[in-house]
């Protein structure tokens, strides 16, 4: 549809906009599934501003990992719907209703990147994957 229209297009990452979700947290983990007992994760915490920032990319890390790395943030995500009960009996976790990204907060972003000038044209956009295939792993 962009290419017809010949529109720009944004870039968002999923994680980036779950955590966003996540409005009242100074620090926020994010956790996918990524199948294979890994999972997608990324660390955000809030500047003096409220604004967002990233700590750790996203990235794939082994489940057992990240639920060992738990500390005092905020986790939210998809992950947690089989991950929840699984967690250190104190760490907070977002209401579920906030696990997955909401069309309001993607156009949130979105509207702020056009603003910024931080679009593409639609043969421009690169994917990332964030892990090899079965076939390009050693």
Do not use: N
Not at 65 to 70: E, K, Q, R, T
Not at 88 to 102: H, K, L
Not at 113 to 137: D, F, I, M, N, W
């Amino acid at each position: 549809l962009a290419f017809a229209w010949q529109t720009p297009i944004v870039a968002l990452d999923t994680l980036t906009v779950i955590a966003q979700q996540a409005d009242a947290a100074d620090r926020v983990r994010v956790a996918m599934d990524a199948r294979r007992d890994e999972l997608f994760a990324a660390s955000f915490r809030r500047d003096h501003a409220g604004q967002l920032l990233v700590v750790e990319p996203t990235h794939v890390v082994h489940r057992d990992a990240w639920l060992a790395a738990a500390d005092s943030s905020l986790v939210t995500g998809p992950a947690l719907e089989r991950l929840s009960g699984k967690l250190p009996v104190d760490t907070p976790q977002a209401d579920c209703s906030d696990w997955y990204p909401s069309a309001a907060t993607v156009a949130q972003l979105a509207a702020g990147c056009l603003e910024q000038g931080l679009s593409v044209g639609p043969t421009e956009l690169a994917v990332h994957y964030h892990r090899k295939t079965y076939a390009e792993r050693d």
